[in-house]
């Protein structure tokens, strides 16, 4: 099947649908200093967050990722460690973190003691807003920042209780809604068979918004990505899964044993900002964008603090083509900052990238250049992310102009990614 945008042609003349405006693909209000992250690896997730000492002894250990229950009204586990200062230091040490939020539980699952949604639909979508809302001050707290994906943990529920359904689909979608509108990424943690089918079976609704991602368990040591039962491989297909492949179990690393559940992941994790300070011997403008044509929004002093969220391609300034985008959404060159590398990429900071679903029925044709006479390279399944890191102006598409450069090089029309704008370009996406 085509879409009028995986079909769109050099000399085609078509008359197109509008995108979706609302479910299930709601757009995505990122802040000014917003980056989203993602990971693709082992994680490990253990209910109580690991000493400090714990996590540099694992840094031995094939995992580079872990999950962290940071609030919810279930979550259950003391967390002495879970601070501010664990959050950045675990993070200097270039772990990622998968935001875990145990919130309320189906009304007809999980265990007897939770606190559970309401089987009234418009209370279930109000706890769904209520709970994304507590998850990003809660997250906030910690450190991490805007663009950041959560995880609400959905434990298993029947699959024959309608009314329950109806709940727990109700509550999920309000949540996404929500983080989207706050400018977050949405994500969804379910058993495989007692939970994310029927989260698949919507996939496509319009009476609920999808979570940008998933999350499920199967305990069957397998820790594919795809093959998964009941859940084609074309939902959530572009870094947007993860499988908790093995339960609760020991394992020991660097001489420290923890008790975890074992995870693969392909998908968005939390962001945070990472300390650097100006190296430069003169002041250090920040621009509203990387290159020196941007206008300057502030300086900063020779030696000052700078909180960095990513890095992105920019103008070239002293040999580094790298720019540094700071937490306040203001870029400043990697020349003069005080990042392991002086000419490439550093680790642990991420690419800077803003994913938003596709809304073509059809899938949406990955181009050479940004136009309909580019030649085609791939598609993009309808739901899945363009992980979009820069716009520019090309042919008319619908009611746009406006091409999105993925972070493979290649463009897709504007017109069916849900960002806010579908006539012109959207902030904080920085010209290509």
């Known amino acids: 099947m085509f879409s009028a945008a995986g079909a769109l042609g ?12 609302a479910e299930p693909a709601t757009p995505v209000a990122y802040a000014a200093g917003a980056g989203s992250t993602r990971f693709a690896g082992l994680a490990f997730d253990t209910c109580t967050a690991p000493p400090l000492a714990a996590m540099r002894a694992w840094t031995a250990s094939p995992y580079r990722a872990v999950g962290v229950y940071f609030g919810g009204v ?3 586990c003391a967390q002495p460690e879970l601070t501010p200062s664990w959050v950045a230091s675990v993070g200097a040490l270039k772990w990622r973190l998968l935001p875990i939020y145990k919130g309320l539980q189906p009304p007809c699952g999980a265990r007897p003691i939770d606190a559970k949604i309401s089987l009234v639909p418009a209370t279930a979508r ?7 809302t507590d998850a990003i001050a809660k997250a906030k707290a910690l450190g ?13 529920y029947s699959q024959t209780d309608t009314a329950c359904r109806t709940a727990v689909l109700t509550y999920v979608s309000a949540w996404t809604k929500e983080l989207h509108r706050l400018g977050y990424v949405s994500g969804v943690y379910m058993n495989l068979n007692l939970g994310a089918k029927q989260l698949s079976d919507v996939y496509t609704s319009t009476a609920y918004a999808r979570p940008d991602a998933l999350w499920i368990a199967r305990y069957d040591e397998v820790d594919s990505l795809k093959g ?19 339960g609760s179990h020991n394992e020991t690393h660097g001489g420290t044993t923890i008790w975890i559940d074992s995870n693969r992941l392909d ?13 430069s011997t003169t002041t250090l403008n920040a621009r509203t964008g990387p290159s020196s044509t941007y206008a300057v929004s ?12 990513c890095q992105t391609p920019g103008q070239s300034v002293g040999g580094s083509a790298v720019w540094n985008k700071l937490a306040d959404g203001s870029y400043v060159s990697d020349r003069y900052v005080s990042t392991p590398s002086a000419t490439g990429y550093s680790a642990p900071l991420p690419r800077c990238l803003y994913p938003y679903q596709v809304t073509a029925a059809g899938g949406l044709s990955e181009r050479t250049g940004p136009g309909a006479s580019y030649a085609v390279r791939a598609t993009l399944p309808h739901g899945a992310l363009a992980w979009v890191y820069c716009q ?41």
């Open 126 to 132: 109000s706890q769904g807003i209520a709970a994304a």
């Open 74 to 76: 279930n979550r259950t």
């Open 392 to 432: 520019r102006s090309g042919s008319t598409v619908g009611t746009t102009k406006i091409w999105n450069r993925l972070e493979n090089g290649r463009y897709v029309s504007d017109y069916y990614v849900a960002n806010p704008s579908n006539t012109t370009y959207s902030k904080p996406i920085p010209r290509c």
């Open 298 to 309: 502030r300086s900063h002093a020779p030696g000052a603090a700078l909180k960095v969220l």
């Open 267 to 279: 998908t968005p994790v939390a962001t945070l900002a990472y300390p650097y300070k100006v190296t």
């Open 144 to 156: 991490m920042q805007p663009g950041s994906a959560f995880y609400n943990d959905i434990e298993h």
């Open 10 to 21: 050099a000399t085609a003349v078509l008359a197109f649908a509008p995108p979706a405006a």
């Open 228 to 246: 998964w039962t009941n859940i084609p491989d074309s939902r959530w297909a572009v870094h947007q899964r993860a499988k908790q492949f093995r």
